[in-house]
C-alpha cells in the first residue's frame, strides 16, 4: 500500500516530444507537489495544489503543466521536452505541514 | 527569499564513527525544519523533524537533530554509522508564508565497511 505513488519510474524520449508523469497519493492529503532534482541532486519546487487549486509556481516554463483532476492526483505534462528537462521528478504530499516524497521519475531526454 | 544551506557536500566515514552534518537556514522567523535522506535510487524519507519545543529532536535509525534557534542551525547527528547510512542528507526548512519547502543541496555521506 504506496503512500505516494508514480508512475512511469523511468521515461526516455526525444527532444520536442510530449509527455506525462502521473502522481497518486492515498493519504488522504490535501496539498500536493512537484519537485524537480536535477543532475547535482539539487531539489526546487515547481508547483503545489491544495484541494485542486493551484497554488504555488515557480519560475518553470510553461511547457510544463499540472493538472489536478481530484485531490488525489497530480499530473504534470510536459510540452515540447529539451534537453535541459532531463531529471528526476519527484511528486510529494503534505499534512500539518510534513511533506512525504513518492518514488520519482527519472526522465531523459536524448 | 529564505536559503538553506549545507556545509559538507561530501562527507567519508569509517563505520562506528561518528557524524555530524551541518545545516543553516537564513529565515529569522518561525519554522518547521527537517532532514530527509535519500539512499541510492530510492526517494526521500523523512528522517526527522522539528516544529516547536525540545530543540533536540530523535528520528529514524538512530539519528538526531538539535535546534539552535541563536545560530539559526539544525544540525544532524549519529553517534555510530554504519554502512547502510550511505545515502544523501537533505536539509529542509518550511517556507511559512507560502509553504514552501526548500532544500539544501544537500551532502553526500558515504560510509566505509
Known amino acids: 500500500d504506496t503512500a505516494v505513488s508514480q508512475t512511469p519510474k523511468y521515461l526516455v524520449t526525444q527532444m520536442g516530444n510530449d509527455k506525462s508523469i502521473k502522481c497518486e497519493q492515498n493519504l488522504g492529503h490535501d496539498t500536493m507537489y512537484w519537485y524537480k532534482q536535477d543532475s547535482k541532486k539539487f531539489l526546487k519546487i515547481m508547483f503545489s495544489?491544495?484541494?485542486?487549486?493551484?497554488?504555488i509556481n515557480e519560475t518553470v516554463p510553461n511547457r510544463f503543466s499540472p493538472k489536478s483532476p481530484d485531490k488525489a492526483h497530480l499530473n504534470l505534462h510536459i510540452n515540447s521536452l529539451e534537453l535541459g528537462d532531463s531529471a528526476v521528478y519527484f511528486c510529494?504530499?503534505?499534512?500539518?505541514?510534513?511533506?512525504?516524497f513518492g518514488p520519482g521519475t527519472r526522465l531523459t531526454v536524448l | 527569499a529564505q536559503s538553506v544551506s549545507q556545509h559538507n557536500h561530501h562527507v567519508i566515514l569509517s563505520e562506528a564513527a561518528s557524524l555530524e552534518l551541518g545545516c543553516n537556514y537564513s529565515?529569522?522567523?518561525?519554522?518547521?525544519l527537517f532532514w530527509y535522506v535519500q539512499y541510492p535510487g530510492q526517494h526521500l524519507q523523512l528522517l526527522l523533524k522539528y516544529f516547536s519545543g525540545d530543540p533536540l529532536v530523535k528520528g529514524i535509525k538512530g539519528f538526531e537533530a538539535e535546534f539552535i534557534k541563536s545560530k539559526f542551525s539544525f544540525n544532524l547527528r549519529k553517534p555510530s554509522v554504519q554502512w547502510s547510512d550511505t545515502a544523501e542528507y537533505f536539509c529542509a526548512v518550511n517556507e511559512p508564508s507560502t509553504g514552501k519547502l526548500i532544500f539544501g543541496q544537500g551532502t553526500t555521506l558515504q560510509v566505509k565497511p
Open positions: 529565515y529569522g522567523g518561525t519554522v518547521n
Open positions: 495544489y491544495n484541494n485542486k487549486e493551484l497554488i
Open positions: 510529494a504530499s503534505s499534512h500539518l505541514d510534513t511533506q512525504y
